[in-house]
């Protein structure tokens, strides 16, 4: 009996998701990491969360979304001075790597200047992956 019991619970909770990825931007002590999180397996929603950091200086886990849908894009770009702009769909942020503190919602115009694109997170074979912009990529070698 004990062992239907850990294979249902095994089973309940294979379904969830909880994964994150990172954009570093001087390593993993000044990066902007995306986490997403399925709480319960019939959830259809995931929950979003942008962790800012900036060691030894600060580090901060602001919420993004409630109930995104799993496939989330987070697009990410750089408007200098630690300053970095942050969509996914039809909201807009600005985050300041340089106190952690402050995640501004603004307002998503999609012809507006964000700054210079670094990269997205976004869902690839059902994991959540950064992959950097075109003009962020380094040069093939050759």
């Known amino acids: ?12 909770l ?4 909880k994964d994150f990825a990172i954009f570093m931007i001087d390593g993993q002590d000044h990066s902007l990491t995306v986490r997403r999180q399925q709480n ?14 900036n060691l030894p200086d600060c ?14 894009t987070v697009e990410l770009y750089s ?3 630690g300053i970095f ?30 700054g210079q694109a670094v990269g997205k997170i976004e869902v690839l074979d059902d994991k959540l992956e950064f992959t950097p912009a075109a003009a ?3 040069a093939p070698a050759q």
């Not at 009996?1 to 309940?12: D, E, G, N, T, Y």
């Not at 294979?14 to 998701?17: A, D, F, I, K, Q």
């Not at 259809?44 to 950091?53: I, K, S």
């Open 1 to 12: 009996m004990r062992k239907i019991l850990i294979v249902s619970l095994c089973l309940l």
């Open 14 to 17: 294979s379904g969830c998701v």
């Open 40 to 53: 319960y397996f019939w959830q259809d929603t995931v929950e979003v969360q942008l962790m800012v950091t």
């Open 59 to 72: 580090q901060r886990l602001h919420t993004l979304s409630l109930d995104a849908p799993a496939d989330i």
């Open 79 to 81: 408007a200098g001075g």
């Open 85 to 114: 702009n942050i969509r996914m769909d039809d909201q807009l942020w600005q985050a300041d790597t340089n106190a952690c503190n402050n995640l501004t919602e603004m307002e998503n115009d999609p012809k507006a200047d964000l």
């Open 136 to 138: 962020a990529r380094p």
